[in-house]
């Protein structure tokens, strides 16, 4: 009873101190890993040319790496790296991008959950060289494909 109170208490305190820094031009502040949700992610794997890297699994990072994802070590190595690097490994391609008409297969994948403190849904698919890219540097928390 005294931790949801508490939880509480601590989560109006960290809203009214990023009230402030935005108000006075500083931005917002990262979030606090006390009041962050773990980092729990599904990703979900289709059509990448290997039976066993296609389903959909579990992965837990922080602390020590655990879930039915098949390389959660690596995988959350290399989601630290991208949180200590300040990169956003689920960012869509912008819009604006131009990317090559290269097709690097049917595989698609959806990583759904919460990563730093905040939610992620993000869709994944190898259409274009842009796509390709963004799959291979989210591996190995995205498996090797066959094309």
Known sequence: MLRPLLLA??????????????????GTLPPLPLLSTPDSLT?????????EADGTFELRCGGTPGGT????EN??????QFAQDGADPF????????????????ATAHITG????????????RANGCEIGRWE???????????
């Open 137 to 147: 540097n989210l591996r190995p928390v995205l498996p090797r494909v066959t094309g």
């Open 91 to 106: 960012a869509p391609v912008p819009a604006d991008q131009m990317c090559t008409e290269q097709y690097g297969g049917p």
């Open 43 to 51: 990703v979900s794997i289709e059509r990448s040319g290997h039976a």
């Open 9 to 26: 208490s601590l989560t109006a305190a960290a809203t009214a101190v990023t009230a402030t820094t935005t108000a006075f031009g500083l």
């Open 69 to 72: 994802h098949p390389a959660a």
């Open 114 to 125: 919460h990563w730093k403190g905040r939610g992620v849904d993000a869709r994944f698919s």
């Open 75 to 80: 995988a959350c190595k290399r989601l630290a």
